[in-house]
C-alpha cells in the first residue's frame, strides 16, 4: 500500500499555498530508485501496479456488496499525459459491472442548454460503485479559462465581462456541488497528470512517427501546446481553488507513465480500503432460511 509519506507529498493540500511548479513531473521515486535503469524502474512499478489492482479489486467487492458508497474518480491533464492508458491499466482488474469511465468532449447542444455540472452530475456512479471522468466539470475552469470565448456558446444570461469574480464563483460552485457528494456518501478522488512540456514533445513526435499511433494525433493538440503556460496557471489556480478535505486533488508525477499509474492505483485502493466498509450482516431468521433451503437442495434426487 502507498505510504502516507508518499500520499503527501503529491497531495494538493486545501487551504495552503500551492505552487504547480514545486511538484516535478519527472519524479520517479525515492533515492533507492534513483539509479535504475528505465526498464528495471518499469519493471518495479508495473509489479506495484499488480499489487495495488488485486487490492482494488478485493475493495470493489465489498464497496458493492455494502451499497452505501460510492466512488468517483476525476482525472484532468494536457494531452497526451497519458490519462486513457493510466484508465486502461489501473481498472483492468475489476469487475467491469460496477465500475464505468466517462469520457467527456465538447459539450453538445442539450448539454449547453444547462449548467455547466449538468452533464457530468448525470453520470455520476451509484452506491456500490466506481465511477471514472476522463475529464470532467473542471474543463470549464481550465480550457474555457483559456478559450473564454467558448462561454458565447453557454448562453449565461447577464454575462457581460468575464473578471476574477466569475471563475471564483465557478469554484465555488465546484466546491459546493462536491461537498453535497461527499455528504451523501461518496469518496471524491482528483488527479492532475503532471507531464512536462519536453515529454508532451516526445509524445506527440512518437504519435506522428508510429503508424499505429497516428489515429492518437491531432493538428489541434499541437495548437493548444502553443497556450502551455496559460493552461498551466489555470491548472495552479483551479486545483489550489477546489483541493478540499473531501475532495483532494493530487498532482501525480506523469513523465514515467508507469509511476503515474502505480501512485494513482495507490491511492485509488488506500481511500477505498479505508472506508467502513462491511459485507452485509445475516439475520438468525435469514439463516434458518438458508438451512431449509440447504435442506431442500441436499433432498433432491440427481
Known sequence: MISAKLHDQFLVRPGKKFRLESYDPAWAGGKEYRDLAEDELKERAQESVKKHIETLAEEQERLWAQDQHAVLVVIQAIDAAGKDGLIKHVMSGLNPQGCHVHSFKQPSDEELDHDFLWRCSQRLPPRGEIGIFNRSYYEEVLVVRVHPEYLGGQRLPGLKKVNGKFWRQRYESINDFEKHLARNGYTILKFFLNVSRGEQKKRFLERLDNPEKNWKFSPQDVKERAHWDAYMQAFE????????????????????????????AGIIAKAIEDLPLAAPTISAKERAAFAETRQALESEAE
Open 237 to 264: 489556480e483551479a486545483l489550489g481553488a477546489t483541493s478540499t478535505k473531501h475532495a483532494p486533488w493530487y498532482v501525480i508525477p506523469a513523465d514515467h507513465k508507469w509511476i503515474a499509474r502505480s501512485l494513482v
